[in-house]
């Protein structure tokens, strides 16, 4: 158990290290960002932060010497850079975790060994491979990297034979997956805790809406039945548990049209869509992060209302004075200078009384 007062050390600095920086003050520990950006969200509520590249690796064994434990709040580190860190000290969730979760073969693969189904897909290496490897999965199905692919970047649709030419090109990649199109009704995604000692504790599966292939609105609870909602969780805690992860875990999941539930993509931190926990649990997803990876129980993941969470993309964040009109409306802005389109700049939870 790594005690309050102690340091977390917390790789990347935007708005997910911010908030889990705050939640951690308020366990009482003190924070150590390292990121490569200046004027990081996270460095504004942090007690200090290292600024150097993910790939310094001097930097990295002086920012290890200084705090207690590290965890990171995106996936997309180099895995050396990682496990230089926890040669050093306690890495949460561990490198072999991060390895599966930020290369989409891997973390599919891995997924369909436990049984638990995705999309059909394939490893698609070049452009040859792609034409050959379309005519297995078929159209439309969809390209992407392995790795580096967040927010609808690093992907493309693709929905006939004259789109695959210039769709591989597009990538600039010499590895990547192409998936077939799922038909699915809903979105949804469930955030599993799970501590050293293997407690696992999971949120209520929510309804994620995207817009712009970034999310939009994150609907708690889901509407689905509970048989549903059952299995959704329990694949999540199997996941978990099968990497071992002492954490967060984001699993996102599509519901078909004949109610399969099929996992999209992994997610080794706290999650976008897991906003809504700040306001409607007993205890929020940046709360719980920290307790996990600090050795702490985990907190009660009940809802304790249901509630509607509205991502603030770009000038939507100029509209904060409407949302602080709703009394039931909790704002969470990010702190970041610069608005452009497509940044996420703040998010609001609207409570409602639970059903």
């Known amino acids: 158990m790594i005690a309050p007062g102690s340091t977390i050390g917390i790789i990347g600095g935007g708005q997910l290290g911010r908030m889990m920086a705050v939640a ?36 990295l064994k002086s920012f290890a010497a200084e705090v207690d434990v590290v965890t990171f ?33 891997r ?18 290496t070049s452009l040859e491979e792609l034409k050959k490897m379309a005519r297995v999965i078929g159209f439309p199905s969809v390209l992407k990297t392995t790795e580096m692919g967040y927010d609808g970047k690093g992907q493309v649709t693709l929905r006939s034979e004259s789109e695959l030419d210039p769709s591989w090109g597009k990538l600039r990649t010499n590895e990547a997956i192409l998936e077939a199109f799922v038909d699915f009704r809903m979105e949804i995604s469930v955030i599993v805790a799970r501590s050293a000692n293997g407690e696992t ?28 909602a059952d299995k959704a969780e329990a694949m999540a805690i199997k996941i978990a ?29 706290p999650h976008n869509s897991g906003h809504w926990t700040m306001d409607a649990c007993v205890t929020g997803q940046f709360e719980q992060i920290i307790r996990a990876v600090c050795g702490l129980p985990l907190g009660n993941p009940e809802r304790l209302c249901d509630a509607e969470m509205k991502n603030l993309i770009g000038d939507d964040a100029l509209e904060w004075e409407k949302y602080m009109q709703d009394a039931n409306a909790k704002l969470h802005l990010y702190g970041k200078k610069d608005i452009r389109p497509g940044r996420k700049m703040g998010h609001v939870n609207v409570l409602k009384p639970k059903t």
């Open 24 to 59: 951690a003050s308020a366990l009482g520990y003190k924070v150590h960002i390292f990121t490569p950006e200046e004027d990081a969200p996270a460095s504004e509520v942090a007690l200090r932060t290292t600024i150097a590249a993910y790939t310094d690796h001097n930097a």
């Open 73 to 105: 709040e995106f996936e997309n580190i180099p895995h050396e850079s990682l496990e230089l860190l926890e040669s050093k000290k306690p890495v949460c969730p561990n490198a072999a975790a991060l390895k599966i979760c930020r290369n989409r073969l």
């Open 107 to 124: 973390e599919k693969s891995f997924v369909n060994n436990l049984g638990i189904g995705t999309a059909d897909f394939r490893k698609v």
């Open 201 to 228: 504790s999971a949120y209520v599966p929510v309804q994620n809406i995207h817009k712009n292939h970034i999310l939009d609105v994150t609907i708690a609870p889901a509407p689905i039945d509970k048989v549903l």
């Open 241 to 269: 548990e099968a990497m071992g992860l002492q954490g967060l875990l984001a699993v996102e999941m599509f519901v078909t049209q004949d109610d399969k539930v099929l996992v999209n993509e992994l997610a080794p931190r």
